[in-house]
């Protein structure tokens, strides 16, 4: 066989974006295709001597096999997308199936699509093998023609399954979206399986520094419904001028038709006719609860001035309710408190305080904005705010020496409570103090870090400040300051 266009296509599927970064599947099906004429001879012991070289000795077959079933996937995803209209078309059986109706299984398969020369059909494929494998399947007699009418026989009951999946393909009725993947400027959905669903290409790209590495972040999939379809969320903020626009969660349904766009924020006073572009920090969706079907929390603060949007919205993408808070939340989660029912968890910074802030909404009472001690970060007319907790941590001298105010990182939801840091300072670097609380808010334990110590040692070694992180000194980050939600003026300690 010609082996010319194949290795054509093996260069273009190397070079594709499905196997950026997959050293170990390149490297696997360039074996395989090296050794198309005499893989029936192939055995496991050599493929693994090739792929692990190094470590062969403590490789089994038992290794090789989810090495070969991901080259699988990843192949299938290539020719459901990149690949969709290339000529030559290299795939891997199911050897099982092969040995099951007692064939010589394939390692690999290289098929091209040739016209039909006698007609304007459409493209068909067709097998492109071996002599060694035509000599094996050659009939020479009435009796190897009835062998082969029993093998295919045989392989058709094995291949039924196979032929309903290549219906479904086509027809779209593939599985329901399980990931969503990021490529450039186009996003694509793909299937438990690794397979494409389908894809949405942006012509303004897509904020890499918004995005940060961490896409996943942005998106989510599940049933809003609660119909038993799948919807797919995605916070999309454009690459070009991204400061000039607002981020965007856009939802689209198992198929990929899009169902609705909602844009946080408003034009507020407060923002001094600067326009109203808000970031999407976060969003999470609430569950389902008695008499109240799914809602979704997205936490917008304004670029580059102060308020923050705590936004619920409903299925549709229609804004049910709004708090409004006076500084950059830039971190939110949910979390189930006290009585057992979820609540929003946000952190960042008090502006009207100059600290760190840590804020938990009951999502049944979103209403108003932030009570601000300085009428200059009041937000007007939105009226009160009744949030079920907001404090402020106190500032470590090392902050007061090295920053213009501290501030409240990610927060973590546990089962046994919340978990919080603080960042004191970008010296060694983002230094941090953590704050626990227990499910009823009660502060169980504080303690700095490690870079906090040697930060504060390096800074306060020597020269007329200098001093040793005390104990007095850590007894002060226990003063957290309680707005609302306690009896008194701080969170109350437990043992």
């Not at 029993?150 to 990931?179: C, E, H, N, Q």
Request: aromatic share 8%.
């Amino acid at each position: 066989m010609d082996q010319g266009p194949v290795i054509e296509q093996l260069e273009r599927i190397l070079r594709s974006r499905v196997f950026h970064g997959k050293a170990q599947l390149k490297q696997l099906l360039t074996f395989l295709v090296q050794n198309v004429d005499r893989q029936f001879s192939l055995k496991p012991d050599r493929i693994i001597q090739e792929l692990w070289a190094d470590e062969a000795k403590l490789k089994t077959s038992a290794d090789l096999a989810p090495a070969v079933t991901r080259l699988r996937k990843a192949l299938e995803s290539y020719y459901a997308v990149e690949g969709r209209d290339d000529p030559t078309i290299i795939s891997l059986p199911d050897r099982s199936l092969r040995t099951l109706a007692g064939a010589k299984p394939h390692w690999i398969l290289c098929s091209t699509r040739i016209a039909d020369q006698e007609s304007e059909a459409p493209l068909r494929t067709t097998n492109v093998v071996s002599e060694a494998e035509l000599r094996l399947t050659s009939p020479r007699s009435k009796m190897n023609q009835r062998r082969g009418l029993w093998l295919w026989l045989s392989l058709g009951t094995f291949m039924i399954p196979v032929l309903i999946f290549t219906l479904r393909l086509s027809s779209g009725l593939l599985d329901d979206p399980k990931a969503v993947r990021l490529d450039g400027n186009t996003v694509t959905v793909v299937d438990a399986r690794g397979r494409a669903i389908w894809s949405k290409s942006f012509a303004d790209g897509f904020w890499s520094d918004y995005y940060k590495g961490d896409f996943a972040s942005r998106t989510w999939i599940g049933d809003l419904d609660g119909d038993g379809n799948l919807s797919v969320l995605l916070v999309y903020h454009p690459a070009v001028q991204p400061y000039e626009h607002s981020s965007t969660l856009i939802c689209y349904s198992t198929r990929g038709e899009e169902k609705w766009r909602w844009t946080p924020g408003r034009a507020l006073p407060e923002l001094h006719g600067s326009p109203p572009t808000f970031f999407i920090r976060g969003f999470r969706v609430l569950n389902v609860t008695a008499g109240k079907p799914a809602r979704i929390v997205v936490v917008s603060p304004h670029e580059p001035l102060d308020p923050s949007q705590v936004a619920l919205i409903d299925t549709h993408g229609k804004t049910i309710s709004e708090y409004w808070h006076s500084g950059h939340l830039d971190y939110a989660t949910l979390a189930n408190l006290d009585n057992g029912r979820q609540f929003i968890v946000a952190t960042g910074v008090s502006n009207g305080y100059e600290q760190a802030t840590l804020i938990v909404l009951d999502p049944d009472q979103i209403s108003g904005a932030s009570a601000e001690k300085d009428s200059g970060e009041q937000i007007h007319g939105m009226g009160l705010a009744r949030e079920r907790f907001r404090v402020l941590f106190p500032r470590s001298d090392l902050n007061v020496a090295t920053q213009s105010y501290n501030a409240g990182l990610v927060p973590i939801a546990g089962a046994d409570g919340l978990r919080i840091s603080v960042r004191e300072c970008d010296l060694n670097p983002d230094c941090r103090i953590w704050y626990e609380f227990n499910k009823k808010l009660e502060l169980r334990s504080v303690y700095p870090d490690d870079r906090f110590r040697d930060a504060h040692r390096e800074f306060f070694g020597s020269g007329g400040h200098s001093h040793a992180l005390a104990f007095a000194e850590e007894a002060k980050f226990t003063k957290v300051r309680c707005l609302e939600g306690c009896l008194g003026e701080s969170v109350p300690s437990v043992p």
